[in-house]
């Protein structure tokens, strides 16, 4: 009897406060899953958008831009086969955009897609700052767009993922310059500026994510209990 009683008391078994526990962890487990959906098809929206306003700018670098008010002059390092690449890339994205735009369609949506979307978006703008000024491009901002992305889903593991495999891109960008373009290297103190930057925008999305499931589970607990009450 005393070992039953601590449990009830403790959450565990069948009591009040383990009804409660185990309500919050359904509800939000059926609200995860509804969340990670429609965020999986707002980042493919948003990664459209932010693909085409890149490639956008890119256009205005190659082939200029007066518009009166807003000027852009040529960039003269932006040549053919640079933005030829560029172009490439870009094609390549709003492929993978498709591609999970015709799986969320069709409801096909298992738990590996958005690592799966996350790594092509790390890989692809990778490969773009490769192309690029490497660490040095202002395309480096594109590393936290991808972890805002990723707070969308709502999903630690992802979150946690993409922080993760951005700063592998960092590094890997970091590591061409030093090898193979020295004139691309920057100062060891801006490494480590971008490097806890990008840590920090993951360990912040992460917080947001946790603190909307400790609301999920509040809120079902209090309702379960409320329900009791009234019956």
Not at 81 to 110: D, E, G, M, N
């Amino acid at each position: 009897m005393d070992s039953g009683s601590s449990r009830a008391t403790d959450g565990g078994g069948g009591g009040p406060a383990g009804d409660g526990a185990e309500a919050g962890r359904l509800e939000w487990f059926i609200a995860g899953r509804w969340q990670e959906f429609e965020g999986e098809a707002r980042a493919n929206l948003f990664r459209v958008v932010t693909v085409c306003a890149f490639y956008l700018v890119e256009l205005a670098n190659y082939h200029g831009l007066d518009l009166g008010v807003v000027q852009m002059p040529k960039v003269a390092s932006v040549d053919r086969p640079f933005h030829t690449a560029i172009t490439a890339l870009c094609v390549a994205w709003l492929a993978v955009a498709w591609v999970v735009s015709v799986c969320l369609r069709r409801q096909v949506f298992p738990a590996s897609l958005k690592y799966a979307s996350t790594a092509c978006d790390a890989v692809l703008l990778t490969a773009m700052l490769l192309v690029a000024d490497g660490p040095r491009s202002p395309l480096l901002i594109g590393y936290f767009v991808l972890v805002n992305l990723a707070g969308l889903r709502l999903n630690l593991q992802l979150i946690r993922f993409t922080t993760g495999v951005s700063m592998a891109g960092y590094l890997v960008l970091l590591g061409n310059a030093r090898w193979f373009h020295e004139s691309l290297r920057v100062p060891r103190y801006h490494q480590v500026l971008f490097l806890l930057s990008l840590g920090l925008a993951g360990l912040f999305a992460a917080q947001a994510a946790r603190r909307v499931k400790e609301l999920a589970e509040d809120y079902a607990a209090r309702v379960a209990q409320t329900e009791r009450g009234n019956a």
